[in-house]
């Protein structure tokens, strides 16, 4: 059965057992305590990159035993972050997170041609938001590292969307393309585009996927919407995730079901040769935790 709430992806990344992390500029108490959490929960061994000094700090204040982590002593971010990178990279670490260290320079050495995680694919965002109401999470993608992705660029998204889909259960996820309108209007490319790769799917051009567009949100996640507007659609109504048009609609929608609806959320970056754990500064230490749950279970195709 698919994973369709985090209750249910902290058990099943409670099942993946206990893996490696490195974690980038780890001196920030929120980190830390999403890690502690992490560590009490069985499902990580922590390797913290960044200054030593502050991090023993930190761990004391958060009665974390010093000598239960592995710490790499580095005061500049970039190279603490290209270290958490190699770590990997080498092997050593099954995946990484992103600490108290700006995201362009986290991302930038993710990339790095020497010891990064390319894969010849576009990074992107998933994060998961479990609404109180719907009693499921929705994946929204890409709300979080392409600003106004073009249609192929699009389709890198989806796959990398579906790809961790798959690893959390779901055979052929749903996938509503999202618009404004639910109509191909020439004058709203976003429409153009999502009715592309509503095609591209039909004629098996991308596999593994269920998809329709464009749809407006609304009609994607309320089937009482989709038939008030007369729309047949085995998506609509349905939607497992919501591939938003660009990164400031997926912006938005993600903090307006987050801060505004009382939802919960975990999030990781796609794409990379193994997952990476990527939240906001603002996110709580549960959101940061249930983020690093998703990574682990991220591990089981992402390899």
Do not use: W
């Not at 108490?29 to 991090?55: C, N, Y």
């Not at 591209?200 to 507007?229: T, Y």
């Amino acid at each position: 059965m698919p994973i369709r709430t985090l209750d249910e992806l902290k058990n099943a990344a409670k099942g993946v057992g206990r893996l490696s992390i490195a974690i980038a500029v780890a001196d920030d108490k929120d980190v830390l305590e999403a890690v502690k959490m992490a560590m009490d929960f069985g499902i990580v061994s922590p390797i913290l990159v960044g200054r030593k000094t502050r991090i023993e700090t930190m761990l004391k204040g958060l009665s974390i035993n010093v000598a239960d982590v592995e710490i790499v002593d580095l005061e500049d971010d970039a190279e603490a972050s290209l270290e958490a990178v190699r770590l990997v990279s080498s092997g050593k670490a099954s995946l990484l997170m992103k600490g108290m260290v700006k995201t362009a320079t986290f991302l930038k050495a993710v990339l790095n041609k020497e010891v990064g995680l390319r894969t010849g694919r576009i990074l992107s965002h998933v994060f998961l938001i479990e609404l109180p109401y719907a009693g499921r999470f929705y994946g929204i993608a890409d709300g979080g590292i392409n600003m106004y992705p073009t249609l192929q660029e699009k389709v890198q998204i989806l796959q990398n969307t579906v790809m961790l889909y798959h690893a959390l259960g779901y055979e052929i996820p749903k996938v509503a393309v999202l618009a404004a309108v639910e109509v191909v209007n020439p004058d709203m490319p976003a429409t153009i585009d999502a009715a592309a790769l509503s095609k591209m799917v039909d004629r098996k051009q991308i596999k593994g996927v269920e998809v329709d567009g464009p749809l407006a949100l609304d009609n994607a996640v309320s089937e009482v919407a989709a038939r008030h507007k007369g729309i047949e659609s085995s998506v609509a109504g349905k939607a497992d995730i919501l591939l938003v048009p660009d990164i400031e609609v997926g912006n938005m929608t993600g903090k307006v079901m987050l801060e505004m609806s009382g939802g919960r959320g975990a999030g990781l970056v796609v794409g990379a040769k193994r997952p990476v754990v990527l939240t906001s500064r603002i996110d709580t230490p549960e959101t940061r935790f249930l983020s690093i749950c998703l990574g682990v279970v991220a591990t089981k195709i992402i390899k």
